[in-house]
C-alpha cells in the first residue's frame, strides 16, 4: 500500500535572500548619504558643490526609478537588481581610486555620482518589485513579506546614518565609499545566490506543444505609457499616489527645515534633533515588526488610514505648542509606532491591484510620484517660516496632511482597497497559490 508524499513546506531561500539583499544595499545607501556630502566638503569646501552632487545623484536616482519600468519587465526583476548594484559599486569605487590619484576632477564626479543614482533607482524598484514573487514563492502573505523588508528599510532609517557618521568619523569618507561599494556588491551576490534567476520573470515563454505565438512586444515608450495608464487610470491607485506624495512633501519638509528651526529655537542642539527622529525611527521598526507579524489579520482599511493619522498630523502639532521635550518624544514615538504599519499594507494593495507583468513598471511609476514633490517641498516650507514663522507653517502643514489623509476615506479609493480586482491572486505563471 503506498504512502502519499507529506506535503513539503516550500523553500524559504528566496526571502532570505531578498530580505539580506535589501540589508546590504540599504546600508550601502545610508553610508553614502552622509559618507559623500563629507568628502565634498572636506575636498572642495563648498556648500554649492555639495548642492550640485546631491542633485546629480538624487535627480538621475528619481529619473530613473521611473524610466526604468518596462526594463525591468522586460529582464526581469533580480536580473535587473543583481548587474545594477554591480554597477553601483564599480561607480563608487572608482571615487576614492581615483581621488587617491589625483584624478578626480569635480565634473568627473559629477558623472560618477550621476552613474550611482541611475543604477540605485532602478535596483530599488526591482527589489521592492520582487516582493509579491517571493511571497508567492514561498506561500506567505504578501503583508508579511512587505513587513519584513519594511522593518529592514526602517531600521537602516534609525541605525544607518548615525552607524555612516560613525564609520565617517572614525575611518573617513573614503572608506565608507569602500564600505558602500562592498555592500553593493554583496546585495548582487546574495540575491545571485539565494532568489532563483526566473523569480521576478514576467515574460514566460509558450506552453509545450505548440500555441499560439506571443504577442509582438511594444516599444519602450509604449510600454512605460501603458505602466503610467496603469496606474493613473485606476481610481484607488491614484488616490493612494497622490496621497503620499502631498504627505511625503510635507514630511520632508517638517523633518529637513521645521524641526531643525524648532529645536534651535528652543535652545537646543542638534543633539535634539537626532534624539526626535531616532524615537520616530525606533518606534518605526517596531510597528513594522508588529506588520510583518500580525497585520494581515487586522482590517486592512481602518488599519491603514487611522496609522496615517496618527502618523502624520500629531507629530506637525506637537511642535505647535509648548510643550516641554518629554512630550514631543512621546507623540513621536506613537506616530512612529504607527508609521510602521502603513507599507506593509500599502504594498499589498499595489501589488493586489497591479496585474504580474505590469509590476516593474507600476511600482517604478508609484515610486517616482511618491517622491517627485519632496525637493519642492523643503524650499517652500522654509521660506514659509522665515515669512510667517514655525507655528503658523505647522498648522498649515498638519492641515495639508489631514486633508491628504481623509479625503481619500471619502472617496471610492477606501471601498477599492477591500476588493481586490480579478487578477489579484495570479502573481506570476505557475506560482503557488497564497494560502488562505
Not at 508567492?136 to 531600521?155: P, Y
Not at 534609525?158 to 572608506?175: C, D, E, K, N, Q
Not at 507629530?315 to 508609521?339: K, M, Q
Request: charged fraction near 10%; include cysteine; charge should be positive.
Amino acid at each position: 500500500m503506498s504512502r502519499a508524499a507529506p506535503d513539503r513546506r516550500p523553500s524559504r531561500r528566496p526571502l532570505v535572500g531578498l530580505v539580506l539583499a535589501q540589508a546590504c544595499s540599504y546600508t550601502g545607501t545610508r553610508l553614502a548619504m552622509v559618507a559623500l556630502p563629507w568628502f565634498v566638503l572636506t575636498t572642495t569646501g563648498s556648500a554649492t558643490d555639495m548642492g550640485l552632487v546631491t542633485l546629480c545623484e538624487l535627480g538621475a536616482y528619481t529619473l530613473a526609478r521611473l524610466l526604468s519600468g518596462p526594463l525591468l519587465d522586460r529582464l526581469g526583476h533580480r536580473v535587473v537588481s543583481v548587474r545594477l548594484d554591480v554597477v553601483a559599486a564599480v561607480a563608487l569605487l572608482c571615487v576614492p581610486l581615483l581621488h587617491a590619484r589625483g584624478l578626480l576632477a569635480f565634473p568627473l564626479l559629477l558623472v560618477l555620482v550621476t552613474v550611482v543614482g541611475l543604477a540605485t533607482g532602478p535596483s530599488e524598484t526591482a527589489k521592492v518589485s520582487l516582493t509579491p514573487f517571493v511571497a508567492a514563492a514561498t506561500r506567505m502573505r504578501v503583508e508579511r513579506v512587505a513587513g519584513l523588508t519594511g522593518t529592514v528599510d526602517r531600521f537602516s532609517q534609525t541605525v544607518g546614518p548615525i552607524a555612516a557618521g560613525a564609520v565617517v568619523a572614525t575611518a573617513g569618507a573614503l572608506h565608507a565609499l569602500y564600505a558602500n561599494a562592498v555592500l553593493m556588491v554583496l546585495a548582487s551576490v546574495v540575491l545571485t545566490s539565494l532568489v532563483p534567476r526566473s523569480l521576478g520573470r514576467t515574460d514566460a515563454p509558450p506552453a509545450a506543444g505548440g500555441g499560439a505565438d506571443p504577442p509582438p512586444r511594444a516599444g519602450y515608450l509604449a510600454q512605460l505609457y501603458e505602466g503610467w495608464r496603469t496606474v493613473w487610470g485606476d481610481a484607488c491607485l491614484r488616490a493612494l499616489v497622490l496621497m503620499i506624495m502631498v504627505t511625503n512633501l510635507v514630511d520632508v519638509a517638517v523633518m529637513t527645515v521645521v524641526l531643525p528651526v524648532w529645536v534651535a529655537g528652543h535652545g537646543a542642539g542638534a543633539q535634539t534633533v537626532g534624539l526626535i527622529a531616532g524615537v520616530l525611527g525606533g518606534a518605526s521598526v517596531l510597528g513594522a515588526v508588529t506588520a510583518a507579524w500580525i497585520g494581515h489579520r487586522l482590517p486592512r482599511r481602518a488599519t491603514f488610514f487611522t496609522a496615517f493619522l496618527v502618523s502624520g498630523p500629531p507629530r506637525i502639532l506637537v511642535l505647535a505648542l509648548d510643550v516641554p521635550l518629554w512630550a514631543v518624544l512621546v507623540v513621536w514615538g506613537a506616530s512612529g509606532l504607527a508609521g510602521g504599519l502603513i507599507n506593509p499594507i500599502l504594498s499589498a494593495v499595489l501589488f493586489e491591484r497591479l496585474p504580474a507583468d505590469m509590476t516593474g513598471r507600476g511600482m517604478a511609476v508609484v515610486g517616482a510620484l511618491a517622491r517627485i514633490g519632496a525637493p519642492v517641498g523643503a524650499p517652500l516650507v522654509g521660506l514659509a517660516v522665515g515669512l510667517v514663522g514655525t507655528s503658523p507653517v505647522l498648522l498649515v502643514c498638519a492641515a495639508v496632511y489631514l486633508l491628504a489623509t481623509t479625503l481619500p476615506v471619502l472617496g471610492p479609493a477606501a471601498a477599492a482597497m477591500a476588493a481586490p480586482p480579478a487578477h489579484a491572486p495570479v502573481r506570476t505563471p505557475g506560482s503557488p497559490s497564497p494560502p488562505a
